[in-house]
Each structure stands twice: as structure tokens, then as C-alpha cells.
T-cell receptor, first 122, second 111 residues
Framework: GAGVSQSPSNKVTEKGKDVELRCDPI?????LYWYRQSLGQGLEFLIY????????KSGLPSDRFSAERTGGSVSTLTIQRTQQEDSAVYLC????????????????????FGDGTRLSIL | GQQVMQIPQYQHVQEGEDFTTYCNSS?????IQWYKQRPGGHPVFLIQ?????EVKKQKRLTFQFGEAKKNSSLHITATQTTDVGTYFC???????????FGRGTSLIVHP
């Protein structure tokens, strides 16, 4: 079946411009995650969605970053007034959420990643 | 907050040598996941460990979850050039949907 789809694959823009990144998760996956990965670095957590709500926005670097998810499916990550330090690969992942069981009634499941958007700020 | 430390950051090996990467958590985990990211690619899920002391094998890869559920390891026997990439562990606390990723170990295999 179709995997996680992200667009655009590459984005080059001038400092100060706004950018919008899109993520289309695997159908039926209620959990959606955004990460940022700088060259040769690990994964920096940005935000997590369960359905359309974002119970954890703690990773957003500043108020220039925002994200939304509609219809429990597509998500967009918006960066306003981009800065050069925003240059990175932005990865989206989706997963199922297992409900039921002990001792934890809810648990995370394997994440399926998209190919990412490589963002370059000039 | 929860921290997951992963070592080493880089590992160079000759093809045919073994390789191990280690993850240590500051808190007890409910599960730990392992991912592989090839150069230029995205992370791909390898396995999830849930039980204390669990050991799972995938061909030449052996995954372990510590008895205290605070550490884990990935061991590759007789590395091949196809094993090149960065291996990440991701640990989750009970009831949390958000795993904490280690910084990854980049494996370089010299033919």
C-alpha cells in the first residue's frame, strides 16, 4: 500500500519567507509526528498529533513554527519568517496507536517515515 | 525529561567484523524500537522490544532489551557493506505515544 507521502521533496527559499510543508500519512494511522533532522544529526521531535489534536507541541522551536492536521489525515507544518538555522530535513511519520492491554492501556507502535522535505534557506 | 543516550556516535569496521551499538535510558522504558537510516534515506523500522530481558534476532542482527528495561543493544554479526547507515534506538515510557530517539550510531563498513 501507499506509504507516508511528503511534499515538496525539496524547497529552497529566501530568508524571511514563509514555507508550508505537507504530510499525507498512511491511511488509518491516527498518530502523526513531525521531526527535524539537521545534516548528520539525530531526530529532533517537533510535534505529535493524535487525530486532529496536538497534545504535545513541546518540540516546536519557536512561535514561528505551527502545524495543523485536518480530517485526521493530512498535516501541514508552517514556518513563518524563515531563518537560515531552519535549514534541515523535515520528516513526517505516522503510526497506529494500540489500545487495550496491560500494564499500559495505550502504547506507541512502529513509526513509518516519509522521505522528508529538504528545506534550504538562502 | 527522559533522555536516551546512544553510543558510539560513529563506528568504522572492516567488512566481516562485528558491530554493536548501545542505548541507555535515564528512566524505565515500556518499549524500545530500533530504526535504520541509509545515507540519503529516511528511518526504517527494524524491531520493537517490549519484555524485560527480551532477545530477538533478524538474520545477522541481534537485539536485546535489558532486565531493568533501561538499556538495549543492537549487534550485527559479520557486517556487510549493505549494513552501512545510521542506527537509531527510540525508547518510550509507559502510556506515552512519543518515543525519545537516541542520536544514532553511524556504521561505516570498509570493503
Amino acid at each position: 500500500g501507499a506509504g507516508v507521502s511528503q511534499s515538496p521533496s525539496n524547497k529552497v527559499t529566501e530568508k524571511g519567507k514563509d514555507v508550508e510543508l505537507r504530510c499525507d500519512p498512511i491511511s488509518g494511522h491516527t498518530a502523526l509526528y513531525w521531526y527535524r533532522q539537521s545534516l548528520g544529526q539525530g531526530l529532533e521531535f517537533l510535534i505529535y498529533f493524535q487525530g486532529n489534536s496536538a497534545p504535545d507541541k513541546s518540540g516546536l522551536p519557536s512561535d514561528r513554527f505551527s502545524a495543523e492536521r485536518t480530517g485526521g489525515s493530512v498535516s501541514t507544518l508552517t514556518i513563518q519568517r524563515t531563518q537560515q538555522e531552519d535549514s534541515a530535513v523535515y520528516l513526517c511519520a505516522s503510526s497506529l496507536v494500540r489500545q487495550g492491554g496491560t500494564p499500559y492501556p495505550y502504547s506507541n507502535q512502529p513509526q513509518h517515515f516519509g522521505d522528508g522535505t529538504r528545506l534550504s534557506i538562502l | 525529561g527522559q533522555q536516551v543516550m546512544q553510543i558510539p556516535q560513529y563506528q568504522h569496521v572492516q567488512e566481516g567484523e562485528d558491530f554493536t551499538t548501545y542505548c541507555n535510558s535515564s528512566t524505565t522504558l515500556s518499549n524500545i524500537q530500533w530504526y535504520k537510516q541509509r545515507p540519503g534515506g529516511h528511518p526504517v523500522f527494524l524491531i520493537q522490544l517490549v519484555k524485560s530481558g527480551e532477545v530477538k534476532k533478524q538474520k545477522r542482527l541481534t537485539f536485546q532489551f535489558g532486565e531493568a528495561k533501561k538499556n538495549s543493544s543492537l549487534h550485527i554479526t559479520a557486517t556487510q557493506t549493505t549494513d552501512v547507515g545510521t542506527y537509531f534506538c527510540a525508547g518510550s515510557r509507559g502510556g506515552s505515544y512519543i518515543p525519545t530517539f537516541g542520536r544514532g550510531t553511524s556504521l561505516i563498513v570498509h570493503p
